[in-house]
Each structure stands twice: as structure tokens, then as C-alpha cells.
């Protein structure tokens, strides 16, 4: 780490200044060419991770050309602001690279998260050591395989592997490296925040959530139902974005549970290489016997499980993998442990309500603020609530619909600062005021 370090350090030297578009014309290359090594990430992410193959080939591969492509092109875009004192003198702002900039990312969508936050630092024109999750290394190695193959310059991108505590820390609190982006879990993120206040490093921190998913009773019904099963289970469950607490208004309830209760039981769980699987498995073994133990806790808490609430064991060569069966809770209270805690899982606990100020209410009793989704077809209480509700993302009437501009982050335990755009480039860069006396 320490040697990826220094060597970030010479090379932010050179890159620093290359002119943006040839830092751009670069970046674009990199994305040309992890296009053309897709169907070996694709098996990679799905082998090492446990998703569904399709899913890592609709959603996750196509994702890091992407981020590519987008910040590529971004950079030369991004301007700055100039504040001119009546004719006295004007101010103008650079915004600067700011050198090594630390990148640790999570496993659940690994490359996907990856080049979220190397793309835009390099951009921006710092070197980057990044640290991918140890649980899903290969596609990052991969990864680095293709930048050597694209022939980018060496040192601008250094991926050091190994675990949170050997290579994460270290990173955080080294003295060369003023600047870290994180995404991960709210614990990892305290203690990230601990190692780096004292060295007043620039922090950005994407952490986790409990996201409300919200259906009143005027919603277009099929479309919260079949949302409320994306939100629920895709990438079986693990995506800080999921709406894992269900609120559904009292007079829909029985209706409503009743269809996405039939709607989960058809959820197919099976081989991550068959496009018949909605689910495949669950990351590691530590991670599904962390939610199997949310589930008992669930139960001893008072919750009926509807569904699942098992771990599966398939057939043939898969019977010892990692599989859990999708799983609806009910009858817990708001406030309890289940419903405060991120579980990370296929696991989502259904809870009824009575008006619009109760379920606000409800909605931000945890300590997270990640996002939530609404559903209503009264435009006005869609802005209502959606004002009303502690999170940084909030979808109305869809969940995950993602534009790679808007400022994208959590509020409270989820999250310091925001990316995404312009701001990403913002906090991959330190603003300068220059004053000229005229
Ligand atoms: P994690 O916090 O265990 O690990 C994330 C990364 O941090 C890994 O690379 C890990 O090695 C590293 N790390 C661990 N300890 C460290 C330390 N002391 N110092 C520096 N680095 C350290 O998280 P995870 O289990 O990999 O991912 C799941 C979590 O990530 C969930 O909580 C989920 O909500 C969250 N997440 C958030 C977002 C978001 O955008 N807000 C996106 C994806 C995942």
C-alpha cells in the first residue's frame, strides 16, 4: 500500500497537469476497452459475488464504461464560478486536483462501485489507490489487467487488495493521501471518520440505509406491487437502495400483501448462471448467517414470517452455496430492532399505517436517510412527503431510476456529502478563490 502510494505521488505530478482532454481521451480508451473484455467481467461478477449473471450483465459491467464515459466527458464541462465586486476587483475560483486520493468500495456491486469513484477522480486529474472489498476482488483484478492493456500511463491507478483492517486503515491514515472516498457499511464509515478527522482529510461517505418504500392507497396498484418486489429483492436484497421496510396504507393492505405475497412465492432462486434465476446467492457465508440471525430476531421480536425465511439448498454442485429464500415479515411495530437495523438481505418487513403524518413519521424514526420511494398518484402529497422524508434520494411513484448527475448520497448514518456529476468532481477537486484588486 505504501509503495502504491509513492507511486501515486510521482505520477499525480504528470497527471495533474495533462490537459483535460487528454486525460479524457484516455479515460475514453479505458472504457473502450472494458467493453471489449465484458463477458469475462460479467462471469467474473456473477461467479465471485453470487448475482444473478444477467443481472451483471444489465446492470453492473455495462455501468463501468459507463462511469467512464460520463466523467470523461464530464470534465469538460465542469467550470467554476467568478464574483466580480463592482468594478473593484473580481474573484474567481480554480478548482484544483487535490493528489492521492484513497477509493475503498463495498462487494455488493463490485466493479460498479468501483470505477464510480475512480472515474471521476481521475478525471478530475488525481491519481487514485483504490481498495476494492477482499469478499469480491476478481473483476477489480481483471480490471486492472485491462487499464495495463489500454495503456494507462503507470501510477494513476493503483488497486491494492487485502482486507479492511491490513490495507483499508492503513490507507485512510496515511499522510500523503488527503482525500477518501468511501462507500460501505455505517460502522466501517465511523471508524473511517475517526482515522481521518485528525489528519482533516476530505471525506466523502456512502454508508447504509433502511430505506421506507411508502404505498398510499391511491397508488397505481400493479406498479407499487411489482416495485415493491424490485425494491425488496433485487440483487437479493443487497443494495443500500432497497426498501426494506414496506409501508402500505391500511385500507390496501390485505390486497396488497396478498399480491406481493404471490407475486415473491414466484420468485425463482436458483443457478446465478441460469436467466431463469430472479435470485441468485448470498455473498459469503458470514453474510447469510448474519441474516438468517435477523430473521430469528425477527421472529423472537414478535414477527410472523409470510414467506421464506429459510436458508435454500439447491440441487447438484450448488447444494452447499449460499442461497435464502426471499422473505416477508409483518406484525412488528416500527420502532423495533428489525425495522431499524439494515439487514442486507432478501428480508422485508411489511407494516401498515393510517395517514400521511403517521408513516412520515415511521419513515424516519431510524437513524439512516439513504433513500425512499413513494407511490400515490396525488401529485401533491408526492411533494409533500417527499419534502417531508430525511433521506437524500427520494423516487416518486419507481425505485432506482438513476441519472449519474443528481447529487446522489444519504443524510444522517448514511452518508456525508454527495456524488454523482458535477459534485463528484467538486469533491475530487479543492476550490481556490484568486482576488484581483482592478
Ligand atoms: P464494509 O464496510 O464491510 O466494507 C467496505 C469496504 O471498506 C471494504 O473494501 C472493506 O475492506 C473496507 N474496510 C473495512 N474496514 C475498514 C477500515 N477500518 N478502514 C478502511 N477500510 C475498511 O461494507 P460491505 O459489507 O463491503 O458493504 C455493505 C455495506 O455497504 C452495506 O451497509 C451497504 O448499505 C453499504 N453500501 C452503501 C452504498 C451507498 O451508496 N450508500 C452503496 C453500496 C453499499
Redesign the pocket.
Known sequence: MNQAVEAAQQAFKSWSRTPKRERSDILMKLADEIEKHSDELIAAESKDNGKPKWLAQAVDIPRAPENFRFFATAILHFNSEIHEMDGQALNYTLRQPIGVAGC??????PLY?LTWKVAPALAAGNTVVA?????TPMTAFIFSKICQKAGLPKGILNIVH????K???P??RHPDVPIIS????????G??AS?TAPLFKKLSL????KNPNIIFSDAEFDNAVEMAVKASFSNQG????CGSRLFVQEDIYDKFKSDFLEKTRNLVVGDPRDNSSNLGAIVSKQ?MEKILSKIEQARDEGGKVLTGGKRLQLDGELKNGYYIEPTIIEGLPADCQTNHE?I?GPVVSMIPFKSEEDVISMANSTRYG?SASIFTSDVSRAHRVASAIDSGIVWVNTWLLRDLRIP???MKS??IGR?GGFNSLQFFTESKNVCIKI
Open positions: 475503498i468500495s463495498p462487494w455488493n456491486l462501485l481498495k476494492p472489498s477482499e469478499v487485502g482486507t479492511g483492517e490495507v483499508g486503515d490507507l485512510t468511501f462507500t460501505g457499511g455505517t460502522e466501517t464509515g471508524k473511517i482515522a456512502e454508508m447504509g440505509g443487497q443494495i443500500c437502495l453474510h439494515e442486507f439513504l446522489f448520497g444519504g448514511s452518508g456524488e
